[in-house]
């Protein structure tokens, strides 16, 4: 299931997990968030692009914080510009992680970089 990154924390403390962190590059994150907020007619779209980008570093480095006091949480970061351009490499990292059965050929193919709105 997909979780937005700042909502992590919440995970029950008593379960085990195995999570695939999607990390993108933080002016692909603000651009998609302020194309968002305008669409919204929110006011957060009007936020300085630094400001948004200092907020979004923080947020990660509380939650790579979070996962390493975890024992219960097993972690692999993916970088998604690197999975859309080299889907073998990532998807291999993927597999490995996630054990068999896995199909990487079905996940190469899942990969639609055409699909890819905001790109740095």
Do not use: C, W
């Not at 050929?105 to 639609?112: G, L, V």
């Amino acid at each position: 299931m997909k979780i937005v990154a700042q909502l992590l924390h919440h995970l029950p403390p008593d379960e085990h997990y195995e999570v695939i962190f999607m990390e993108r590059d933080l002016n692909e994150v603000i651009s998609s968030q302020k194309a968002m907020l305008a669409r919204r007619g929110r006011a957060g779209a009007n936020l300085q692009d630094q400001t948004l980008r200092d907020t979004y570093a923080a947020q990660l480095n509380r939650i790579r914080a979070h996962f390493a006091r975890r024992r219960t949480v097993r972690t692999l970061f993916l970088n998604y510009g690197e999975l859309v351009r080299d889907p073998a490499s990532s998807v291999a990292r993927l597999a490995s992680f996630l054990g068999e059965p896995f199909d990487q050929q079905a996940a190469r193919q899942a990969i639609r970089p055409e699909l890819r709105r905001q790109k740095a």
